[in-house]
């Protein structure tokens, strides 16, 4: 600043002399620096506060800041020409510093006012020549203080008449000069503090306009006095603080006050008061607007349930809250449907989030996330679960804070609520009540109003949506996953002739259902049947056109068509069914007598083989043929012969294929890994699955098989062609019970030895002209086949006591392990199986 301007104060009558006379005469005021803790009463009071208020600092500290501070003066003269000329429009303390006293203000506020009379001040002995007591002109800040200490309110003040001349008849003249004040914090309360030379020289960084010089004896002047300055300038025009000099500015302030009071307590606004209740709505509005706008950003980032939990309750603390709790229903937590209604006592709420500005640990023993619990209907919690709207309590009593521990059995939650601020607000979407928030606010900071119920709920409505919206992807993906995994067979780890192994995995980013399948089919003659099938595209449409076509498979490979056929016959089901069913498929049958594969493909990945003769494993090369659904384009099949113990691998392209790599880098991942020896059949899918699913990047859903293929041996194969005469019946028993007898079955004996009879003689009454076949097959069980040329599948009937026909199926099925027909090319199969005794 440029000291040479500088204006001297000179002394008011009545004036002290000394070291305060000095320093106003030298332009530079004193302040009165008061801290008042919770509860109000005065923790700090500095020298400037004892020349100004006149209470020493022994008498002031532990005593009630309304008894010593100007909390109550002249009320406002509306005409302005009150005792004390047109400060009168403005002459009180009262509204402002009460209020910032008493804690109704959270924010900075600041004032001006003429203190004096009996009791008040530094002048209540000294009597003008009116009569009347003398007033000192004060400028005074208050700025509330949030933090763990006891200290709420830090109040500062000044005797303003050293700003201006002290002109009796125009006490206002010059205050208008006064564009700013400088204040200057005291650092210690002895001059050889080691900093004051770099403190000196870092000021003028904060102050442009001081020199260096200037700076170095404001430094010695607050480090010599031990209290802060305040300093003026008549040239420099910034407007760090308002002009105080001004009454229509401190008229404005009181009435915006006023009017912030009323709409805080809800009450009607005078007719002078309701532009500025207008204006301090809209700011108040716009802020809450903001902030919902800026909550709405940050939550629904991810459907995920867990996420979106975390993302709400993070968005309110601190902003809005100190401490965020919320609870939702048992069933939104487990993806489930709850019952329509209103929630009652019985109820059970989750913990599933627990947000706070507390020390670590403070909260997490006593309320753990992850708790369940039920809520008593006298609770604050209940009344917003069944009225779905947002319940206040401005603070907790000790009552009700004593009611809500109960619900906490042995843990003493009272410390934590007691004296806080709560806000209960629903999380609801569709007039369902999902959950709910508790809000809990510091019993320092201000408490929750009816503004902050109206936000709170809106911001909840947000919130209820958005978990709404997770919950309900999470339920349709549960739901698909369940369809899907009763989709999946759950295949025999031994069918005739070979084992099998099988895994499959879910989606990772694209959701975790897919369309992927596989199965096994048992077919005539000892033969299996293996599938592997990939739906396009994800979700719960994928799974349930999967459980379409696999059945379609299903049923078609029981028709016993050859590979290529039933592709096609596929193909045609697709488009019939529709446009959007896109699949590609990987046929196999297995032969287990002939050691061979029969196999077709659409459009799928070729499988892997590996020859157990010197573990060699290969990509074979098959016809590639379109996906399913596409049409008109034919379907070949190819032959594979194979050995006992090889191993054929099959899977979706969700296994070998990684964004951004090619396809052949994971092709040639499947035949190194199934190559790789292994003790059984799961260690060898687990080999494959950690080759491939660790390279990152995969977000299809995987389907695995793989079969080792033991065969059957010659010698456990047994077949006889019989004649149309009926005479074949008798041979037929005969052949049996022989071959049965050679293998060490004499106990199926008698069982297999009647069954055969009845088929052959219902083959040979049905038969056109073709000899009949019988086959016994000796694997994990004991088959016996008839085969014939009639096409007409036999039906179990119900046979009455008159009737002729009808018992042979009968006895079939209550002896035999297993029975079923299937069509031929040249007719059907008649089958049953018996179970081996153990050896």
């Known amino acids: 600043m440029d000291r040479g301007t500088e204006r001297d104060a000179p002394p008011r009558p009545g004036a002290e002399t000394g070291e305060t006379a000095e320093a106003t005469a030298a332009g530079r005021i004193p302040l009165a620096v008061v801290v008042v ?88 002995t000294e009597v003008p020549a009116s009569g009347g007591a003398a007033r000192v002109d004060v400028l005074w800040w208050a700025y509330p203080l949030v933090g763990p200490g006891r200290e709420r309110l830090l109040v500062l003040a000044a005797d303003a008449d050293g700003l201006h001349p002290a002109d009796p008849e125009h006490p206002d003249e010059g205050a208008q000069d006064i564009a700013f004040e400088r204040i200057a914090p005291g650092f210690a309360l002895h001059t050889d503090f080691p900093g004051a030379d770099d403190l000196a020289r870092r000021l003028p960084e ?3 306009s001081m020199s260096v010089d200037e700076g170095a004896r404001i430094v010695g002047q607050v480090l010599e006095l031990g209290y802060p300055v305040l300093e003026f300038s008549q040239n420099d025009r910034v407007p760090v603080t308002p002009d105080w000099g001004v009454p229509r500015r401190a008229e404005r302030r009181a009435r915006r006050e006023r009017a912030a009071r009323a709409l805080a307590q809800g009450l009607p606004l005078p007719q002078d008061l309701r532009d500025e209740g207008e204006d301090l709505e809209y700011a108040a ?18 459907l995920d349930l867990a996420t979106t939990i975390v993302e709400v309750s993070k968005a309110v603390v601190p902003r809005f809250t100190d401490v965020a709790g919320t609870y939702l229903r048992e069933q939104v937590v487990a993806g489930e449907g709850f019952p329509e209604g209103v929630p009652d006592t019985t109820t059970m709420w989750h913990r599933v989030a627990l947000e706070h500005t507390d020390e670590p640990g403070r909260w997490d023993d006593v309320v753990p996330v992850g708790e369940a ?47 806080r601020s709560m806000l209960v607000v629903p999380l609801k979407a569709r007039n369902v009540v999902l959950g709910f928030m508790i809000l809990l606010r510091h019993p320092e900071r201000v408490e929750f109003n009816d503004m902050d119920r109206v936000t709170g709920g809106e911001l909840a409505a947000r919130a209820g949506l958005v978990l709404d919206n997770a919950r309900m992807y999470t339920y349709q993906e549960s739901v698909a996953e369940t369809l899907q995994d009763s989709m999946l067979p759950h295949i025999p780890p031994r069918m005739a002739g070979c084992d099998i192994a099988t895994r499959y995995l879910p989606g990772t980013l694209l959701g975790r259902v897919g369309g992927d399948w596989f199965d096994s089919v048992k077919l005539p003659s000892a033969r299996t049947a293996l599938v592997v099938g990939d739906v396009m595209g994800h979700g719960l449409n994928s799974a349930a056109m999967m459980g379409q076509l696999r059945t379609a498979v299903q049923t078609m490979a029981a028709l016993d068509l050859p590979p290529a056929q039933l592709l096609r016959n596929l193909d045609d089901l697709a488009q019939r069914l529709g446009d959007t069913y896109l699949a590609t498929c990987l046929y196999v049958v297995y032969d287990p007598i002939a050691s061979e594969l029969e196999i077709a493909n659409a459009g799928h990945i070729p499988p892997v083989l590996v020859r157990a003769a010197d573990g060699r494993s290969e990509l074979l090369e098959l ?60 260690d060898a899918c687990d080999t494959i699955i950690r080759a491939l699913n660790t390279r ?144």
């Open 373 to 419: 619990m039920p809520f008593p209907a006298h609770t604050p919690f209940f009344q917003c679960m069944t009225t779905g709207e947002p319940v206040l309590v401005p603070r907790i009593s000790e009552q009700m804070g004593h009611a809500i521990a109960s619900q906490f059995e042995k843990r003493d939650i009272r410390p934590l609520i007691t004296g």
């Open 206 to 208: 904060i102050l442009p």
């Open 285 to 302: 509005v716009r802020e809450r607007l903001e902030f919902l706008t800026e909550v709405s950003g940050r939550i629904g980032t991810s």
């Open 37 to 124: 803790d919770r509860d109000g009463l005065v923790s700090h009071w500095s020298s400037g506060a004892r020349r100004l208020f006149g209470a020493a600092k022994d008498e002031a500290i532990g005593r009630s800041a309304v008894d010593l501070l100007p909390v109550s003066g002249v009320l406002p003269d509306p005409d302005g020409i009150g005792p004390y000329g047109a400060y009168a429009a403005y002459d009180s303390l009262g509204p402002d510093l009460e209020s910032s006293l008493d804690g109704r203000l959270a924010y900075p506020a600041a004032g001006r006012a003429r203190l004096g009379g009996p009791g008040r001040g530094r002048h209540e």
């Open 623 to 682: 016809p590639t043929g379109a996906p399913i659904g596409v049409g008109g384009v034919p379907f070949e099949s190819l032959r594979v012969r194979v050995a006992p113990g090889d191993r054929l691998v099959m899977c979706t392209d969700g296994l070998v294929e990684v964004r951004g790599e090619d396809i052949g880098v994971g092709l040639a991942t499947l035949c190194e890994s199934a190559a790789h020896p292994a003790a059984s059949m799961d």
């Open 696 to 839: 990152g990047g995969r977000k299809d859903d995987v389907a695995l098989l793989m079969t080792r293929l033991t065969g059957i041996e010659p010698a456990d194969v047994a077949e006889w062609r019989l004649t149309l005469d009926p005479a074949e019946a008798g041979r037929a028993r005969a052949v049996v019970r022989e071959q049965l007898h050679a293998w060490g079955l004499a106990g199926l004996a008698d069982n297999a030895e009647l069954m055969v009879g009845e088929l052959v003689a219902n083959a040979v009454r049905h038969s056109h002209s073709r000899p009949l076949d019988l086959r016994l097959v000796r694997g994990d069980t004991l088959l016996c086949e008839v085969d014939d040329d009639d096409h007409d599948l036999p039906t179990l009937l119900s046979a009455g006591p008159d009737d002729e026909s009808g018992r042979g199926l009968r006895v079939v099925s209550t002896l035999s392990r297993e029975w079923g027909t299937s069509r031929t090319k040249a007719g059907k199969t008649v089958w049953f199986e018996l179970t081996l005794p153990r050896r």
